[in-house]
């Protein structure tokens, strides 16, 4: 794989859809944003193109030819670590669960605004080239997460999380013994007012996975029944959602 872009540079975003009028038009709002931007119409074509210059962000249809979104986004969060908007169709909320389980960070569901998707990039790439050099590093037992250099640690092995799963742990070492209404935290942590709130119960979820001793019954991330969750450390005998 090829360095990255250094830092100060344009933002390099991998879009991945096989309609080619959607491409063109995302490409053309991204590049007024002032993002370079490169086209791959199908999954193989986006795996060799990230290969060869690794993305700061890729925008994936969901449905695409050779192998679809879901398998090139476990491909692309298995070679390291990239923000993820997917694009999905109205109905399948099905299919945005499984993308959000497989790694994805967002999701924009079609028809959508091209300006409501250049927002969107631009969200996640502040949060992921935002110096944070002042902010302190967060501790809780085991579990070290430094937002400064957007590093988790549990035990001293490196946590491979993905953005929002970061900035869901860190906000939650930022706030403990404190109930979250799911609203909330997807104010707080995804920065949207409105939304789909399965978004937050996915990422709990997986982050569960990667903390948790035993995710089915976890000790630090504790759901508070019809309010939301809880970062509780050292707490016995959670139960999961």
């Known amino acids: 794989m090829n360095e ?17 009028t959607v491409a063109e038009v995302v490409t053309g709002y991204l590049e007024r944003a002032g993002c370079a931007v490169e086209h791959a119409a199908d999954g193989p074509d986006a795996l060799r193109r990230a290969g060869e210059r690794w993305p ?13 979104g879901l398998e090139v986004c476990r491909r692309l969060r298995a070679t390291g670590p990239v923000p993820v908007i997917m694009l999905t169709a109205r109905g399948d909320e099905e299919d945005r669960i499984t993308g959000l389980e497989v790694g994805a960070d967002d999701y924009v569901i079609k028809p959508f605004s091209p300006r409501e998707l250049v927002l969107r990039v631009e969200s996640v790439l502040r949060r992921t080239r935002t110096s944070t050099g002042a902010a302190s590093v967060l501790r809780s037992g085991d579990l070290v997460v430094d937002p400064a250099t957007r590093r988790a640690t549990r035990s001293g092995s490196e946590l491979a999380l993905t ?35 399965s978004t937050v119960t996915v990422h709990v979820r997986r982050l569960r996975a990667k903390i948790e001793d035993d995710p089915a019954r976890p000790r630090l991330i504790e759901t ?11 707490r016995e005998g959670a139960v999961a959602s």
Not at 9 to 20: F, G, H, N
Not at 56 to 68: A, E, K, N, R, T
Not at 224 to 234: A, I, M
Request: glycine fraction near 10%.
């Open 163 to 197: 953005l929002r799963e970061f900035d869901l742990l860190a906000y939650f070492l930022a706030h403990p013994r404190t109930a979250h209404a799911r609203e909330e935290l997807m104010r707080r942590v995804w920065g949207w007012d409105f939304g789909d709130l």
């Open 56 to 68: 700061d962000l890729v925008v994936l249809d969901l449905m695409l030819p050779g192998l679809d």
């Open 224 to 234: 508070v029944w019809g309010v939301g969750y809880r970062f509780e450390p050292g």
């Open 4 to 20: 990255r872009e250094a830092p100060g540079t344009a933002a390099r975003i991998l879009v991945v859809d096989d309609d080619p």
